[in-house]
């Protein structure tokens, strides 16, 4: 996993250093190899929260400190290993993000919980604007 995060963050300084903006037809086919669903489950272990996604029969850990930064690490992990052009990764967040349910996303905040778990499912469309 580390070879193609490392390979990843190379392209994407590539592709910052070059700053061209894709077209549609290139955002709706890195969209379309995305995963339709993820699972997430994840722990406490003092300050971090860590967790393991399950994506494809593939599984992939990350971890973070606070919700927000647990719910970027976990779609940047995604974009990263499904090689996703950075160029792309900020009109696909906008567009759709793996984020989990309100309800799932309470319980990342609650550090009472300890430990649960997630499923998180892409849009089925991409609307570009």
């Given at each position: 996993?580390?070879?193609?995060?490392?390979?990843?963050?190379?392209?994407?300084?590539?592709?910052?250093?070059?700053?061209?903006?894709?077209n549609e037809e290139v955002?709706?086919?890195?969209?379309?190899?995305?995963?339709?669903?993820?699972?997430?489950?994840?722990?406490?272990?003092?300050?971090?929260?860590?967790?393991?996604?399950?994506?494809?029969?593939?599984?992939?850990?990350?971890?973070?400190?606070?919700?927000?930064?647990?719910?970027?690490?976990?779609?940047?992990?995604?974009?990263?290993?499904?090689?996703?052009?950075?160029?792309?990764?900020?009109?696909?967040?906008?567009?759709?993000?793996?984020?989990?349910?309100?309800?799932?996303?309470?319980?990342?905040?609650?550090?009472?919980?300890?430990?649960?778990?997630?499923?998180?499912?892409?849009?089925?469309?991409?609307?570009?604007?």
């Amino acid at each position: 996993m580390f070879s193609v995060y490392y390979k990843n963050k190379l392209k994407n300084i590539f592709n910052l250093i070059i700053n061209t903006e894709p077209n549609e037809e290139v955002l709706l086919s890195n969209f379309h190899k995305l995963p339709e669903e993820i699972k997430v489950s994840w722990f406490r272990d003092g300050k971090f929260i860590i967790g393991d996604i399950l994506a494809d029969g593939h599984k992939y850990k990350t971890q973070a400190k606070s919700a927000n930064d647990f719910v970027e690490m976990v779609n940047d992990t995604i974009y990263s290993v499904y090689e996703v052009p950075s160029n792309c990764i900020n009109t696909l967040s906008k567009v759709k993000r793996f984020n989990p349910k309100p309800d799932e996303f309470k319980k990342l905040n609650n550090y009472s919980i300890e430990k649960s778990d997630m499923s998180l499912i892409k849009n089925r469309e991409l609307k570009l604007v």
